[in-house]
């Protein structure tokens, strides 16, 4: 080895034995494996820290989820013990759930928008109108170049889409503006839709009652697979009998129950996908800022004209399970404005901007119709049944307990209703799970996962 190799060699920290000789190669063979196996092992490492922490944030979507998969056999088990009058007073039955489901998903695509963007879509019930409208009209066969026949999956996605192309003809005029005039001429565009519905013979015999779902009852599955479809319906929807040999009957409400429950999760997780991408960080500076995000060189209009897409499907989504799990669908039910103002409410309670708290927001508004309506048991049945009639027929001030309990409690949900709502805006307005967030300094997952990884250590 020459001197020159020499020097070279002890300037770069190595030997001539190092850069010289017959192992020479080999040496450097294995320096290179070795550096790939620490690389690799680097790599595994920070995949499985990655994949440890996203179930760590994700325990409490996983808690949501079991207590909405067992409470239907719990309350049904509730409702052949002694218990069985407060069950049924106090706990939502399963039909409620399933209506839950439905506002739940809807509210949640309002929030999309209005929450993550700041632009408060007042007709966003036109969009899930045209969800529910699409899928009976589908399978009705009244829909031209689409047969009848067609799984109501792919239906449910093409009205979606359907859905997303009429939000960017509406956005492309209505972010002209913003603020309450944005909230206005989305809310006048709505009243169009609802006005051409509720008059237009050809949706129906009889429009201003809706359209009726004639056609083949719609399934919830792999398209063109059977065997692992599941109807959806009250009386049409599929049952199960003495599942795996354990003598579990499983109605046909229920099975709806968890058919449209997974898609409303898919939905969900499919939002809060885009909401923690990139896109939805550019969603979350327009809302605290769109001058300065636009500034820095950002298409605040086509963002925002996305983000109404992608809220106009999911809310479609939710018009069309609605649609198929009651077989119909009509101008009030779906594209009435007050469509919108239930859920406006059910996100405020539940926390605008949080996502998931639009759907806590409406299980207690299902919650508290439940308790306070005379369909399902509820309150007023329970208090006529358990007290007296020395106590009922009591009179005060010329009015007896049961006239006031038939005033003041029996159906009186949408009164309480509103009473809560004023008392969330004036003292909790950031909603249930907004509060929470603000005690816990971070979002529950969060918040939960640092604390596991706390008592993990």
Same mark, same amino acid.
Do not use: C
């Given at each position: 080895?020459?001197?020159?190799?020499?020097?070279?060699?002890?300037?770069?920290?190595?030997?001539?034995?190092?850069?010289?000789?017959?192992?020479?190669?080999?040496?450097?063979?294995?320096?290179?494996?070795?550096?790939?196996?620490?690389?690799?092992?680097?790599?595994?490492?920070?995949?499985?820290?990655?994949?440890?922490?996203?179930?760590?944030?994700?325990?409490?979507?996983?808690?949501?989820?079991?207590?909405?998969?067992?409470?239907?056999?719990?309350?049904?088990?509730?409702?052949?013990?002694?218990? =069985?009058?407060?069950?049924?007073?106090?706990?939502?039955?399963?039909?409620?759930?399933?209506?839950?489901?439905?506002?739940?998903?809807?509210?949640?695509?309002?929030?999309?928008?209005?929450?993550?963007?700041?632009?408060?879509?007042?007709?966003?019930?036109?969009?899930?109108?045209?969800?529910?409208?699409?899928?009976?009209?589908?399978?009705?066969?009244?829909?031209?170049?689409?047969?009848?026949?067609?799984?109501?999956?792919?239906?449910?996605?093409?009205?979606?889409?359907?859905?997303?192309?009429?939000?960017?003809?509406?956005?492309?005029?209505?972010?002209?503006?913003?603020?309450?005039?944005?909230?206005?001429?989305?809310?006048?565009?709505?009243?169009?839709?609802?006005?051409?519905?509720?008059?237009?013979?050809?949706?129906?015999?009889?429009?201003?009652?809706?359209?009726?779902?004639?056609?083949?009852?719609?399934?919830?599955?792999?398209?063109?697979?059977?065997?692992?479809?599941?109807?959806?319906?009250?009386?049409?929807?599929?049952?199960?009998?003495?599942?795996?040999?354990?003598?579990?009957?499983?109605?046909?409400?229920?099975?709806?129950?968890?058919?449209?429950?997974?898609?409303?999760?898919?939905?969900?997780?499919?939002?809060?996908?885009?909401?923690?991408?990139?896109?939805?960080?550019?969603?979350?500076?327009?809302?605290?800022?769109?001058?300065?995000?636009?500034?820095?060189?950002?298409?605040?209009?086509?963002?925002?004209?996305?983000?109404?897409?992608?809220?106009?499907?999911?809310?479609?989504?939710?018009?069309?399970?609605?649609?198929?799990?009651?077989?119909?669908?009509?101008?009030?039910?779906?594209?009435?404005?007050?469509?919108?103002?239930?859920?406006?409410?059910?996100?405020?309670?539940?926390?605008?901007?949080?996502?998931?708290?639009?759907?806590?927001?409406?299980?207690?508004?299902?919650?508290?119709?439940?308790?306070?309506? =005379?369909?399902?048991?509820?309150?007023?049945?329970?208090?006529?049944?358990?007290?007296?009639?020395?106590?009922?027929?009591?009179?005060?001030?010329?009015?007896?307990?049961?006239?006031?309990?038939?005033?003041?409690?029996?159906?009186?949900?949408?009164?309480?209703?509103?009473?809560?709502?004023?008392?969330?805006?004036?003292?909790?307005?950031?909603?249930?799970?907004? =509060?929470?967030?603000?005690?816990?300094?971070?979002?529950?997952?969060?918040?939960?996962?640092?604390?596991?990884?706390?008592?993990?250590?």
């Amino acid at each position: 080895m020459s001197p020159a190799r020499d020097d070279r060699a002890r300037e770069d920290g190595g030997t001539s034995s190092d850069v010289d000789g017959p192992d020479a190669g080999l040496a450097e063979s294995t320096d290179s494996v070795d550096t790939v196996t620490d690389t690799t092992a680097a790599h595994a490492r920070d995949d499985e820290h990655w994949l440890r922490e996203y179930a760590r944030e994700h325990v409490p979507h996983l808690l949501v989820i079991a207590l909405f998969a067992v409470y239907p056999p719990i309350y049904g088990l509730l409702l052949r013990t002694p218990l =069985s009058a407060e069950a049924n007073a106090f706990l939502p039955g399963t039909t409620f759930l399933i209506a839950m489901l439905f506002l739940g998903l809807f509210a949640m695509s309002f929030d999309f928008i209005s929450g993550y963007t700041g632009y408060l879509s007042f007709g966003h019930a036109a969009f899930y109108g045209v969800g529910a409208y699409f899928i009976v009209l589908v399978a009705n066969g009244d829909v031209p170049g689409i047969p009848a026949g067609t799984p109501f999956v792919i239906t449910m996605i093409v009205g979606g889409l359907l859905a997303f192309g009429l939000a960017l003809a509406i956005g492309a005029v209505s972010f002209r503006l913003s603020g309450v005039y944005f909230a206005m001429i989305t809310l006048g565009f709505a009243q169009v839709a609802y006005e051409l519905v509720r008059n237009w013979n050809y949706v129906a015999v009889n429009p201003q009652d809706g359209p009726t779902l004639s056609g083949p009852t719609p399934e919830i599955g792999i398209p063109y697979v059977d065997s692992v479809s599941i109807a959806l319906g009250r009386l049409a929807g599929d049952s199960f009998e003495n599942v795996l040999g354990l003598g579990i009957d499983i109605s046909a409400t229920l099975t709806s129950y968890y058919a449209i429950g997974a898609v409303v999760l898919l939905s969900y997780f499919a939002m809060q996908r885009l909401i923690h991408s990139p896109f939805g960080r550019v969603m979350i500076a327009i809302r605290e800022n769109e001058e300065r995000a636009a500034a820095i060189g950002y298409n605040v209009f086509w963002y925002k004209m996305v983000a109404f897409g992608f809220s106009a499907f999911f809310a479609a989504i939710a018009g069309a399970l609605f649609a198929a799990f009651s077989r119909g669908a009509s101008p009030d039910e779906t594209f009435y404005f007050l469509v919108t103002a239930d859920a406006l409410i059910v996100t405020i309670v539940g926390g605008i901007g949080t996502l998931a708290g639009p759907f806590f927001g409406t299980a207690f508004y299902e919650w508290l119709e439940d308790i306070l309506s =005379s369909e399902q048991g509820g309150l007023a049945p329970y208090l006529r049944g358990i007290l007296p009639d020395g106590v009922l027929t009591a009179d005060i001030a010329g009015i007896t307990i049961a006239d006031l309990i038939n005033t003041v409690v029996d159906g009186r949900a949408p009164l309480f209703l509103g009473i809560v709502f004023v008392l969330f805006v004036l003292f909790v307005p950031n909603g249930l799970l907004g =509060s929470v967030r603000d005690r816990l300094g971070n979002t529950v997952g969060k918040y939960v996962g640092g604390r596991l990884e706390r008592y993990r250590r």
